[in-house]
């Protein structure tokens, strides 16, 4: 591959969220990600099952 510029770039991505009981629960901290072109990626997100109330 050559050193050209990236199709997609990701730069400090957060990303938190605040359940009814307000806990914080954060889920991305400051990433950082580069995508060339002809690259193949895929984000995976697990489930969390809800607290009884």
Known sequence: MTNSLP??????????FVDGSGTRTDVLDN???D??????????VF????KPH
């Open 7 to 16: 199709i997609l770039s990701l730069n400090n991505v957060s990303k938190s």
């Open 31 to 33: 990433i950082n990600l």
């Open 35 to 44: 995508v060339a072109e002809g690259e193949f990626i895929a984000i995976l």
């Open 47 to 50: 489930p969390v099952p809800a």
